[in-house]
C-alpha cells in the first residue's frame, strides 16, 4: 500500500538587520541637506537688493525706442575712440572729424539715416581740472525721437595721478525728449537735469551700476 507523504510549505519573512535605523538615518541626512541648501539660497538672495531708476535718469533697455537704443549703443562705441584721439592730439575732434573717421552716429551712411539723421554740433568747455566736450544731436523730421547729448569728461588732475578727485566716468550719454532743445551752457549733472536732460544708464543690477558710475558709488 503506498504511503502518500504530504509536504507542508511554511514560509517565513526574516526582516534585515537594522533595516529601520538605516532607513531613518537616510531621511534625516536627507532633510538637514535641504535645510542647510534652503537656508543658504534665501542668505543669498537677501543680500540682492534691486535698484530703481531715479527720476533723473532713463534705462537704456526698457525706456528708449529702438531708434534711440541704436544712438545710444553708436555713443557707446564711439566714445572710447573720442578719448583716444584727444589724448593723441590734445583737442577734441569736430563733428566733421569725427564723421570722416567713420564712427557712429556721426557719419552719414544707411544707419545714420535709418535711426533718425541725426545732426550733430560740438561745444568745448574748459575749467580748471576738466576739459570737457558736448555733443548734441537733434532728430531729423522723418522721426520723432529725442534729442542726445554726448558729455566727455577729460580729467586732468585725475590723469596726474590724484586718484579720487573726480567721481565722474570718462563719459555720459544724455537724453531730452524735445527734438530741439537748448544747447546747454554748464555740464554739471544738475544743470542738465534743470535743462530737462534724463542720463541714459545700461542697468543690469549692481554691477552695471558701478560700471556707470564708478565703484565707489554705493
Known amino acids: 500500500m503506498d504511503e502518500k507523504i504530504r509536504v507542508t510549505q511554511c514560509e517565513v519573512v526574516v526582516p534585515p538587520a537594522g533595516g529601520t535605523f538605516e532607513t531613518q538615518l537616510v531621511v534625516i541626512v536627507a532633510f538637514v541637506t535641504i535645510v542647510l541648501c534652503g537656508c543658504g539660497i534665501l542668505l543669498r538672495s537677501s543680500g540682492a537688493e534691486e535698484y530703481t531708476v531715479p ?10 525706442q529702438p531708434e534711440e537704443l541704436a544712438i545710444f549703443n553708436a555713443l557707446l562705441t564711439s566714445a572710447p575712440e573720442i578719448e583716444m584721439i584727444h589724448e593723441d592730439e590734445f583737442d577734441w575732434p569736430s563733428v566733421t572729424e569725427l564723421a570722416e573717421a567713420q564712427l557712429p552716429p556721426f557719419v552719414q551712411d544707411s544707419s545714420w539715416r535709418s535711426d533718425g539723421s541725426y545732426h550733430w554740433i560740438r561745444n568745448i568747455i574748459s575749467t580748471e581740472d576738466k576739459h570737457i566736450v ?12 529725442g534729442s542726445f547729448l554726448l558729455v566727455m569728461l577729460h580729467d586732468h588732475i585725475k590723469k596726474q595721478g590724484n586718484a579720487g578727485v573726480a567721481s565722474h566716468v570718462p563719459f555720459e550719454v544724455w537724453i531730452h525728449p524735445s527734438s530741439s532743445p537748448s544747447f546747454p551752457g554748464m555740464s554739471t549733472d544738475q544743470a542738465l537735469i534743470n535743462g530737462g536732460w534724463r542720463e541714459v544708464v545700461a542697468r543690469k543690477g549692481e ?7 564708478g565703484e565707489d558709488y554705493f
Open 55 to 64: 527720476a533723473w535718469q532713463v534705462d537704456a533697455f526698457s525706456d528708449l
Open 134 to 145: 558736448l555733443y548734441m544731436g537733434n532728430p531729423g523730421d522723418d522721426i520723432k525721437t
Open 207 to 213: 554691477r552695471e551700476m558701478k560700471k556707470s558710475r
